[in-house]
């Protein structure tokens, strides 16, 4: 009796565990959110958009200042960055191309243009130019909770 009990048991976690895996992750484009996200919304008050969007437009402009190499190491420490990039909003548009980050004028942006971009990014997405460097430090923040140093000096070199 008491095996199969055990056994029943055991059954009952494997279904809980399927099901749990079976929850949208960030790397989809479902509405779920990851944890940066969830830093970014329950401390700024910002919605799940402009907290992706808003993320995005940092990673996109760090992408441009940062290495092939070195950006390859952020996104491998950092996985919810990678899915951040493709993620799509409510008009299923790309965040990167609503924000403009895949033109080749914005890969010839300079330090003062690049500021000016991000600026630009985080209007489009109903969020006032003191918003980016509020987001910043979370970002920052949470680069060095999940990836380490390495990953977060890499980042913050390049967004300064």
């Known amino acids: 009796m008491k095996s199969q009990l055990r056994i029943f048991c055991i059954f009952v976690l494997l279904l809980v565990f399927s099901a749990c895996s079976s ?9 779920g959110s990851g944890v940066l996200i969830g830093m970014l919304t329950s401390k700024l008050g910002v919605n799940t958009e402009q907290a992706i969007g808003g993320a995005a437009a ?20 950092l996985p919810e960055i990678k899915s951040l990039l493709g993620k799509t909003t409510k008009d299923g548009r790309g ?6 980050l895949s033109s080749a004028e914005n890969d010839q942006a300079g330090a003062k243009e690049e ?7 985080f209007s489009k997405l109903g969020l006032g130019s003191d918003m ?29």
């Open 23 to 31: 929850i949208p992750e960030m790397g989809d484009n479902s509405s």
């Open 115 to 121: 500021n000016n971009n991000l600026t630009k990014q």
């Open 58 to 77: 940092l990673l996109g402009s760090a992408k441009k200042n940062l290495s092939a190499d070195d950006f390859s190491s952020v996104t491998e420490s």
């Open 132 to 160: 980016v460097d509020k987001f910043i430090p979370i970002v920052l923040d949470y680069a060095k909770s999940s990836g380490g140093n390495n990953a977060m000096n890499l980042l913050k070199g390049a967004l300064q």
């Open 95 to 100: 965040i990167a191309s609503k924000l403009g």
